[in-house]
């Protein structure tokens, strides 16, 4: 019994639900990086924590559980011909892209404080609108 708040106490986990919408097409594959900090994002290189999903176009949503509580950012990449990078032509991207909390976009992507939110324990719905530049 003594054990019990030891191991009772700790953080619940939360779970963060993405929904993708204003996708052009359902062709080729949502690249998505769920990144903890300024450091991996909008990439999620490096590790550091950040978590990277590719799932088809189609399925419009992602579900991720077993977060830690903390401060998130989101950036995704629709992959249309799936070859696992976003494709540019003269530096504008040709492929569709989209940050949580949806920021207006300048010059290159948003900085984390601009797409981050926080997670707690339980349930969290971000809305990912996805923009296409070409």
Same mark, same amino acid.
């Given at each position: 019994?003594? @054990?019990?708040? !030891?191991?009772?106490?700790?953080?619940?986990?939360?779970t963060l639900e993405i929904d993708f919408v204003k996708l052009r097409s359902s062709r080729g594959l949502l690249q998505v990086c769920i990144a903890p900090a300024p450091s991996v994002f909008p990439d999620c290189r /490096?590790?550091?924590?950040?978590? =990277? $999903?590719? !799932?088809?176009?189609?399925?419009?949503? @992602?579900?991720?559980?077993?977060?830690?509580?903390?401060? #998130?950012?989101?950036?995704?990449?629709? +992959?249309?011909?799936?070859?696992? =990078? @976003? /494709?540019?032509?003269?530096? !504008?991207?040709?492929?569709?892209?989209?940050?949580? $909390?949806?920021?207006?976009?300048?010059?290159?992507?948003? $900085?984390?404080?601009?797409? &981050?939110?926080?997670?707690?324990?339980?349930? +969290?719905? &971000?809305?990912?609108?996805? $923009? #296409?530049?070409?």
């Amino acid at each position: 019994m003594a @054990l019990f708040p !030891i191991l009772g106490g700790g953080s619940p986990l939360a779970t963060l639900e993405i929904d993708f919408v204003k996708l052009r097409s359902s062709r080729g594959l949502l690249q998505v990086c769920i990144a903890p900090a300024p450091s991996v994002f909008p990439d999620c290189r /490096d590790g550091g924590g950040a978590i =990277k $999903r590719s !799932i088809p176009a189609s399925a419009g949503q @992602l579900r991720v559980t077993g977060l830690a509580p903390g401060d #998130y950012a989101v950036a995704v990449i629709h +992959d249309a011909n799936g070859n696992g =990078k @976003l /494709d540019t032509m003269m530096g !504008i991207p040709r492929e569709g892209f989209g940050f949580s $909390r949806n920021p207006a976009i300048g010059f290159g992507p948003p $900085r984390f404080t601009a797409a &981050q939110f926080p997670l707690t324990g339980g349930s +969290d719905r &971000q809305e990912v609108r996805m $923009r #296409y530049l070409l």
